[in-house]
């Protein structure tokens, strides 16, 4: 249950965009939630926007009293004191609406779609071309956060889409990116 929340705003700096400085604290709250290995937290981003593009500088971290205290007495933030400021954990307020955050995913590698048709239907490379022109490329025109996964390594753009409002919240379980396909997170 989304009961409670802790906000973890960005504070100016000279020196490093804020866009890093998310980036930065978004990459160390993955691995915490990979070693916590659960599914009972989320995350959002109250100043999501779509014109302009971005995130904002507030990092939204919503779960249980427990789980957040859990995640909370890992050394995650280690690094980023100086960059952030937490809140102290509060409870998520009554009656706001609900709304699901998911990461989307864009078929932008005409290359490597063509070399998946030519393993999966046997194609040659002339064949898979008159398929999967280059033309075919998906661009997103979304709010990302440039990541590493903590399981592969491979370094991609987390795009992440914001669903329309909705009452009352849908339940489900969350990645270790803090995002669900099914599940809504309060919205306020």
């Not at 504070?11 to 998310?22: G, I």
């Amino acid at each position: 249950m989304l009961t409670h929340y802790i906000d973890i705003q960005l504070r100016p700096d000279p020196e490093f965009a804020a866009s890093h400085l998310l980036a930065a604290l978004y990459a160390k709250l993955h691995r915490a939630l990979v070693q916590l290995g659960t599914d009972q937290l989320a995350v959002g981003f109250p100043g999501y926007a779509s014109k302009p593009l971005g995130l904002g500088q507030v990092l939204r971290i919503l779960g249980s009293a427990d789980g957040l205290a859990k995640l909370m007495a890992l050394p995650w933030l280690s690094g980023m004191t100086d960059h952030v400021q937490v809140s102290p954990m509060a409870t998520v307020p009554a009656g706001v609406t609900h709304r699901q955050l998911s990461r989307v995913q864009a078929k932008s590698s005409p290359e490597r779609l063509r070399r998946r048709q030519m393993k999966r239907h046997g194609l040659t490379q002339a064949q898979a071309l008159d398929r999967i022109p280059d033309s075919a490329a998906q661009t997103l025109k979304l709010p990302f956060l440039p990541v590493r996964s903590a399981s592969t390594g491979q370094v991609f753009r987390l795009f992440l889409r914001l669903g329309p409002a909705s009452v009352p919240g849908l339940a489900g379980t969350f990645n270790a990116y803090g995002l669900s396909a099914t599940a809504t997170i309060p919205w306020f």
